[in-house]
């Protein structure tokens, strides 16, 4: 049978399209098909920005021989990581359990029911250091599942029970009480403590080279420096506002909680900010560091850390602003919201949505795909555009394979910790300087030239979603900190692209008016997918992760003035999400997928690696609908009926989220780095802080002060005649935790409220 994948959905899959390999897609009739011939799969799993997918798509899978080996012997799937990631997740276990460690591509060996029994990720087409030759692998595999078939079935057994096993491993681990309880600040002190332990005081970040942006952790670092009073003691002198500026400069912690958390946070922002792996000319992060100096990056830029650089960012203006509004810390700060946000906005949307990724490799100038080409530049070609303003190029060993050198902004660490270096409107920063706006000027002409990376056009509901929260948190803070043209320009695309987005799912977007966000009353029932090529959904059902990210989203989008996403749609797809993705038991059972027709195991992976787990993001989703208020008994809705989504009162949702977070108990201390988002949501709602006002005045101060979980217009309550008890006109009410205050109606007044 011919190659069928050119009617994906998948970019990546259609890439290989033109395969002499007769690649199949992952369906219950292609597995038949093989237990029919008799021959295991092949089942290569990747995306399209995988730099080693292409190398070994090229070096392979495009040979004739190659294929030829592999169409005899096997039933070949090619499967997109991204569009099917409960797939891509179970066999991540399997070949981490074989290997001791995972990566992509990846390349499984299973029986026709799909039990993998041999795993491993690139292999070259002939032997090369340790690694065998590929076709030493299939020749290897053909025999062992021709000549020693009971021993392939012995392994599949053991590898299947296993799999099985690992889903509940942390949950096993924990007694039902201490799963059921919120994490203490005392808890949260040490597992920031903890997280400081790996710190680089040189070069900012965690641990050794390779450096991914540990974009998570710094916003619990972020929650943990307010909750203990980081911003409280600067606003009462006991920092010095000559000295309120100075930690992080130099990068080494003080040993003092409060303060490191600052200086940490400080010092990767910077490293990060003026490196290399920060795309100096256009903006935007590309997926990690190749060094430990934040110099050399792997130049494939992912729709996901943007938009959680975004949020980071964010999170980081809000506390320098309320330690010292003046500082270079804020305006470094405000610089990545900026470029962050314009660039989602210009590189990485397709009119009503955002795109996936960009690849790494494009054509360079003998046509030969190479990785960074659209990116590095020769030390000829930088020296015509000017080397007078702040942008450099940087010399690594780590760039040694490159055709040219990286661009950075180094001297922005300089600057910061250069007392005598005046910063005001006669100083302007240095990436605001006319030399080095020339700069990059001239060297978006040169790069603008290029043929450009290829981009994945995939909509990934849960990346889709995390990027309009940010870019909605972006225009809330701007707006309120600096009134900006581009502030609204973000929030009115935040709320078009959650538009779009519901009415992809066959929803009717946000309803007619401000008044409808407080509208009591059934939701709009939806078929959430987990990614869409064009308006055509992809293969795979929408994930715990996918919904959480969702609802976040749209009551992020909530927050902007004049929007008008309803309560109950709110309410209704939170009871719909729970329903579907958590169980009742003495532990709470929690899973990321609906499961798979073909695998029959559903998983349950906690930790938030490089976007926050399903399950962590659903914590933030049970915070943010407790917070909003009104209280529904989603019991009403026909497709809600698990004891979990019967209550989702606030009551109920708080315990809820509590049960949520409390697994984390058990990695906080040991491993905080693998569960960055769930601290970030425990710090959060120790004591959460709402905001409801509808004057704009009192709702900038809200938006900008880094307590504030959420600003709402509505006061969460519920009257007797079943309306919403409105928030005096020209007040505010504030209420922290269970407690709320009286209304107030100056900025005074608020400030005071927020600040005790």
């Known amino acids: ?62 040979d004739e021989a190659i294929a030829r080996v592999i169409n005899e012997n096997y039933l070949p799937i090619k499967i997109d990581r991204e569009e099917l990631p409960d797939i891509d997740s179970y066999y991540m276990n399997a070949l981490q359990s074989m290997r001791g460690q995972g990566g992509w591509p990846m390349t499984i060996f299973a029986t026709p029911t799909g039990s993998p029994f041999y795993a491993g990720t690139y292999f070259p087409p002939a032997p090369r ?22 021993e392939v079935t012995e392994m599949t057994k053991r590898m299947d029970r296993g799999l099985a096993d690992m889903a509940s491993a942390v949950s096993d681990a924990l007694p039902a009480e201490a799963a059921s309880e919120l994490l203490s600040a005392e808890e949260l002190d040490s597992a920031a403590e903890s997280l400081l332990d790996s710190y680089d005081p040189a070069w900012g970040g965690f641990g050794k080279a390779p450096k991914f942006p540990p974009l998570m952790n710094l916003m619990q670092l972020l929650a943990t420096f307010v909750r203990l009073g980081g911003t409280t003691s600067a606003r009462e002198g006991a920092l010095a506002q000559g000295e309120v500026d100075r930690p992080g400069a130099d990068g080494h912690l003080e040993g003092e909680l409060v303060l490191d958390c600052l200086i940490a946070v400080r010092s990767t922002f910077a ?102 080409a659209a990116y590095v530049v020769t030390p000829e070609e930088f020296a015509e555009v000017g080397e007078e303003g702040l942008l450099q190029l940087v010399d690594s060993p780590a760039a040694a394979e490159l055709s040219g050198s990286v661009v950075a902004a180094i001297r922005i660490i300089d600057w910061l910790g250069m007392d005598e270096v005046p910063f005001d409107e006669n100083h302007p920063a240095p990436w605001e300087t006319a030399a080095t706006a020339a700069q990059r000027d001239g060297l978006r002409k040169l790069l603008d030239q290029r043929p450009q990376p290829a981009r994945d056009e995939k909509t990934i509901t ?14 809330l803070y701007t707006d309120a900190a600096l009134s900006t043209d581009a502030a609204a320009g ?48 992809g ?99 026909a497709h809600v009926d698990t004891d979990v989504a019967d209550d989702l009162s606030t009551g109920g949702l708080l315990e809820l989220r509590d049960r949520l977070l409390g697994v984390y108990r058990a990695l906080a201390g040991r491993a905080p780095r693998g569960c960055g988002h769930a601290l970030w949501q425990s710090e959060r709602a120790l004591k959460p802080v709402r905001v409801a006002t509808r004057n704009a005045t009192l709702s900038s101060i809200a938006a900008k002060h880094p307590a504030v979980t959420l600003v709402t ?44």
Request: glycine share 8%.
């Open 539 to 637: 293969p795979g059902q929408a994930g715990l992760a996918d919904w959480a990210q969702f609802i976040t989203s749209g009551i992020t989008v909530r927050q902007l003035p004049d929007a008008s996403v309803r309560v109950s749609d709110l309410k209704s797809w939170g009871a719909t999400m729970f329903a579907n993705f958590t169980a009742e038991d003495e532990v709470l059972e929690v899973f990321d997928s609906m499961g798979d027709e073909i695998l029959d195991v559903r998983a349950s992976d906690p930790v938030d690696n490089t976007v926050p787990s399903g399950r962590s993001a659903a914590a933030e989703v049970a915070l943010l609908l407790a917070e909003i208020g009104v209280d529904v008994s989603a019991g009403s809705s």
């Open 129 to 150: 250091g340790n690694l065998p030759a590929f076709t030493q692998v299939l020749a290897a595999v053909t025999q062992s599942w021709t000549e020693r078939r009971d």
């Open 1 to 62: 049978m011919a190659n069928e994948l050119a009617s994906s959905t998948s970019p990546y899959l259609r890439a290989h399209a033109d395969n002499p390999v007769d690649w199949r897609m992952w369906t219950k009739d292609n597995l038949a098909e093989a237990a029919r011939r008799d021959v295991p799969l092949l089942i290569s799993i990747g995306y399209s920005t995988c730099h080693w997918c292409h190398v070994m798509a090229h070096e392979s899978f495009e």
């Open 271 to 372: 490293r990060i900010a003026s490196g290399g792996m920060r795309d100096q000319v256009r903006g935007g992060i590309a997926r990690y560091s190749v060094d430990r100096q934040w110099f050399v990056p792997h130049f494939e830029k992912m729709l996901y850390d943007n938009a959680l650089y975004l949020r980071a960012a964010v999170q980081w203006a809000k506390v320098e602003r309320a330690l010292n509004p003046e500082s270079k810390w804020l305006a470094l700060a405000e610089r990545e919201i900026t470029d962050t946000a314009n660039f989602l906005t210009t590189d990485m949307s397709d009119g009503d949505r955002f795109i996936a990724a960009l690849d790494a490799d494009s054509l360079n100038g003998d046509g030969v795909l190479e990785e960074g």
């Open 713 to 756: 217009g509505a006061t969460g309550v519920p009257a007797e005649d079943g309306a919403e008890v409105e928030v005096p006109k020209g007040a505010a009410i504030v209420c922290q935790g269970t407690q709320c205050s009286l209304p107030v109606t100056t900025a005074e007044d608020l400030k005071k409220l927020l600040d005790a």
């Open 490 to 537: 973000w929030g009115s695309q935040a709320a078009h692209l959650w538009d779009a987005m519901v009415a992809r799912f066959g929803g009717s977007g946000s309803g007619p008016s401000a008044d409808a966000g407080s509208e009591l009353g059934a939701g709009a029932l939806l078929d959430v997918r987990r990614s869409f090529t064009g308006d055509t959904p």
């Open 462 to 475: 849960e990346w889709n979603s995390l990027a309009i929260t940010a870019l909605a948190e972006a225009a």
